[in-house]
């Protein structure tokens, strides 16, 4: 009697073009809006020291008390809506970005060049998928803040953004487009560069192959960690003069290069770091856990297909 053979089971083929981006963007989608989301409290209090620093002087854990003691323990949870839509949508756009273009990159030079010139390459594709995410963040960043500085300005995402856009027009949302720029494009170039050379130093020492899923995550935490700390520093003066920008409307006439100008020699070098210390937590914080939670997300979905270019 003839042997009965087992039927081959063929490996599955990796993910590409759409079919892999899409999940790149959904991860990326999840981990920037839960991150954001959940540390709405500490950019409550961060923007309030920013904005009103004669108030909050006395450090991030005193200006908590502030806040739940003058407005109630609700306040700290001001703009979450808009943090949460406008971060699901720039995650999107950044992490999917990100893959992509440094994908176009190395298509474009070859593996070995690209690899070569791997950092001028994660420069360059986390400053362009940033420029695409801020685009879709400004309106809902601008919202968020006009609701952390103005309580009473509305209730809830809809109504601000809905105030904002009859009584202010579209332009309204615009207004802290170049300092979200030079806020978030540094940001990421940063958090992105840092994570990757940390992350090779990481798999250099304890190859990739031979970690368990968990010591890949512990990996993912402590890169990113480094990286929010550094993006952080970088990104600081900007998102200063963002809440400042945003707080409220400028005067008749007043164009927005005007209102930046006037906004930065007004806070000095030492103002444009009022609350570093709670946004240092927060960034920490969040940039750990975006690329742990990134990570883990990309393995789930399947989404293996890139090309890596770390030595």
């Known amino acids: 009697m003839a042997a009965v053979q087992a039927p081959k089971v063929e490996a599955a ?8 981006y899409s999940r790149f963007a959904l991860a990326g989608a999840v981990c920037c809006s839960l991150t954001h989301g959940g540390l709405t409290p500490v950019d409550v209090v961060k923007t309030r020291i920013q904005l009103d620093p004669a108030t909050y002087n006395r450090g991030m854990i005193s200006a908590f008390r502030q806040v739940v003691q003058n407005e109630g323990a609700g306040a700290l949870l001001t703009g979450a809506g808009p943090t949460f839509a406008g971060y699901f ?6 992490f999917g970005g990100y893959e992509f273009f440094k994908k176009q990159w190395i298509d474009q030079l070859g593996l070995e060049t690209a690899s070569q010139n791997r950092t001028a390459i994660y420069l360059a594709s986390s400053a362009t998928a940033e420029f ?8 809902l960043e601008a919202t968020r ?17 809905s105030k904002m856009l009859k009584n202010e027009g579209i332009g309204a949302f615009y207004a802290g487009f170049g300092p979200i720029l030079f806020k978030q494009i540094p940001y990421t170039m940063a958090k992105f560069v840092v994570f990757e050379k940390v992350s090779e130093a990481v798999f250099r020492a304890f190859p990739k192959k031979d970690m368990s899923g968990s010591m890949q995550t512990t990996a993912n935490l402590g890169s990113g960690l480094i990286a929010g ?11 200063t003069m963002l809440s400042k920008i945003n707080k409220t409307k400028g005067l008749p006439g ?5 209102r930046l100008i006037k906004i930065a020699k007004e806070l000095g070098l030492r103002g444009s770091y009022t609350g570093i210390g709670a946004r240092l937590f927060m960034v920490g914080t969040l940039t750990a856990g975006q690329f742990a939670i990134y ?10 297909g890139g090309v890596e270019i770390s030595a």
């Open 13 to 20: 083929e990796p993910l590409s073009g759409i079919a892999l």
């Open 89 to 94: 949508l720039q995650g999107s756009l950044k």
């Open 132 to 139: 695409f995410a801020d685009i879709a963040l400004c309106p």
């Open 145 to 161: 803040i006009r609701l952390v500085s103005e309580p009473t300005y509305a209730n809830g995402l809809i109504g601000g953004f």
């Open 229 to 239: 700390f550094a993006a952080a520093i970088v990104s600081q003066p900007a998102d």
């Open 254 to 258: 007043e164009g927005t290069t005007s």
């Open 295 to 304: 990570g883990d997300l990309k393995a789930k979905f399947g989404a293996t």
